[in-house]
Structures are given as structure tokens and as C-alpha cells.
């Protein structure tokens, strides 16, 4: 996982404002961070450049509410950095979901379990997010890339609650 901020203050704030303040320079900032660290970790061997940037999708509805989804305008700077594709479409949230954040560990897991679909993965794709905190929206959609043939499916994030 490829996470370089932690989840707290002032980070946790700069998410929000993306996500709910429609900041979008704060898009560039973020996937600016992540780039950074992806390209620290493929220098030391740790991490290989994937195939393709699959951001985590909203469902239809959710995203006509909000107007964008902020995983795919973080992805966005990510592809151009480091010159991977970005497939936007690569898989869809098939189910509407109850906002994360306000539910337990286990709600999280059974909120978003089977909530996407991919009709046909890479083999070696990067989910990408702004924040992970539970791991299950990023463990949902990996499944379900990996039913869709992907063989190694890595996750980058902004940041990583601890």
C-alpha cells in the first residue's frame, strides 16, 4: 500500500475540503503526495509500476450529488506523474452504499461487500483513493478486480488511518 500521509490533523481536514468543499486544488496536492511516494518505493524495489489507476468509483447517484468523484481527480494527476494509464471505468459501484464514515468496522465491511464489478481487470492494477481507513472499501473492490482477472492488485491512497 502506498499511503504517505497519516489521517490526522491537518491532513484529515485537507481531504475533507476535496470531498465535501469541492477544493479541487487539493486534488493535485494529494495525488502530487502519492506520486511522490510511489516513485521513493519503485526506486528502492519495493513497489512495481502498475498497468493501470483504477479509482474507486461512486455509485451514479452519489456522484450526480457531488459533481466529481474525488478518487478519479486524484488518479488523474497520478497517471500524468508517473505515466500510467487512469480507467475510470474499469469497474463500477453496482450497489448504492451508506456513507462510510459514520459506521463500525464491520459495517464498513458489510456495507460495501459485493458492491462493485469489473468486467475485465490488468493483470497488475492500483486502486486509487483518498483515504483508507478500514480497508474494507479497497478489499471490496480488489475482489472484485480480481474476479475480473487481475493478478496483484496494489492500493494507493492520500492518506492511511492509523
Known sequence: MVAPL??????????????????????????????????????????????????????????????????????????REIGVPMLPDLCRRVRHTRMQSRLSDEERRLNVAGAFACAQSPLRPAIVDDVVTTGATADAMAAALIAAGAEHVQVWAAARAA
Do not use: T
Open 6 to 79: 497519516a489521517y490526522d490533523y491537518p491532513v484529515d481536514r485537507l481531504l475533507l475540503g476535496l470531498k465535501f468543499g469541492r477544493r479541487m486544488h487539493l486534488a493535485r496536492a494529494l495525488g502530487q503526495a502519492i506520486a511522490e511516494g510511489v516513485r521513493s518505493q519503485v526506486e528502492r524495489g519495493v513497489l512495481e509500476v502498475p498497468e493501470a489507476l483504477a479509482p474507486v468509483p461512486l455509485h451514479p447517484r452519489r456522484l450526480a450529488k457531488r459533481g466529481f468523484n474525488q478518487a478519479e481527480e486524484i488518479a488523474r494527476l497520478i497517471a
